[in-house]
């Protein structure tokens, strides 16, 4: 599976960005989908995951409700929308998947097999 992020860039502070990921492969529909993203000198961290169909979404604390991830698994993507954005949302943000299907999406990022090389946020004050 080949994941490809698009949509970073430079946003003000209060401001929005969609993120996509355009995955490869025919199981798709099957895997489990998360964002992650990695602030400079910080851990990678889980911002938001979503189920194979769905019917499961979990975030991240810090996101209140300011993010939405979604899936569109005839096109083969997901997609992660933020607003409300905060200089604190910068980072590198990755697409992963978990080709296990888990009915609840993971926050572990060890349990994502697939990932996409980021794209930049970066939210000005």
């Known amino acids: 599976v080949q994941l490809v992020e698009s949509g970073g860039g430079l946003v003000q502070a209060g401001g929005s960005l969609r993120l996509s990921c355009a995955a490869s492969?025919?199981?798709?529909?099957?895997?489990?989908m998360g964002w992650f993203r990695q602030a400079p000198g910080k851990e990678r961290e889980f911002v938001a995951g979503?189920?194979?169909?769905?019917?499961?979404?979990s975030y991240a604390d810090f996101v209140k409700g300011r993010f939405e991830i979604s899936r569109d698994n005839a096109k083969n993507t997901v997609s992660l929308q933020m607003n409300f954005l905060e200089p604190e949302d910068t980072a590198v943000y990755y697409c992963a998947a978990d080709p296990l299907g888990d009915y609840y999406p993971p926050t572990n990022q060890n349990e994502y097999d697939f990932w996409g090389q980021g794209t930049q946020v970066t939210v000005s004050s």
């Open positions: 492969g025919r199981t798709f529909s099957s895997y489990a």
């Open positions: 979503i189920s194979w169909g769905a019917h499961s979404l």
